[in-house]
């Protein structure tokens, strides 16, 4: 039985509500630092991680969407276009992406991997137990949204931005790999009308 909760349904007040919980719940923890940099407020390694944000962007959804298009037949490439591309984009990335990512990665992620510390290396990228919490949480507030399996995946994704943290040094690429992600994915949808 799936259970929707109206208060988180994507859109309206609930997700500007949600959105502003995880951009000003984590801002006392954040008062008390002095090199903001920590919690990834920063470009990371600039022109760098944006280069492999890109390659990771598309190393992950060129194959991921091979095989979503092959288990679901696409039937209109041009009528799933965004009627409003700019808006769509801007809410995904000031309501959605960036807000998720602040909380998620810059905060919680680092705040669990100073406790734990991050003795892991994972292609290039120094991680913890942090890394795998904050996935596990990022999939459950998905999976309040709308309890499904298919919404607990999200902890795969989680994993990768987490990753992109660790990497970067940064919470912009992720944000920005997180933005990638829902756009392709939202436009994938309406292709082959899920």
Known sequence: MLIRLPIFQSGGHAALITAAVFLYLPLPFLWKSTHLSE?????????????????????????????????????SWIDALPRHPVRLILVQLLVVSF????????????????????????????????????????????????????????????LLFGWMRARTSSVVYPTLLHLVCNLTFIYAQKVVAI
């Open 99 to 158: 807000p998720e990512e602040f909380f998620f990665r810059a905060w919680l992620q680092t705040e669990l991997e100073e406790r734990w510390g991050r003795p892991w290396k994972l292609i290039g990228a120094p991680v913890g137990p942090g890394l795998i919490v904050a996935a596990v949480l990022f999939a459950a507030t998905h999976c309040v949204v709308e309890p499904t399996v298919f919404r607990a995946l999200v902890f795969f994704p989680g």
């Open 39 to 75: 919690y990834g407020i920063s470009w990371g390694k600039g022109f760098r991680s944006l280069a492999e944000t890109l390659l990771v962007a598309v190393v992950v959804l060129v194959p991921t969407y091979i095989v979503f298009f092959t288990m679901f037949s696409p039937i």
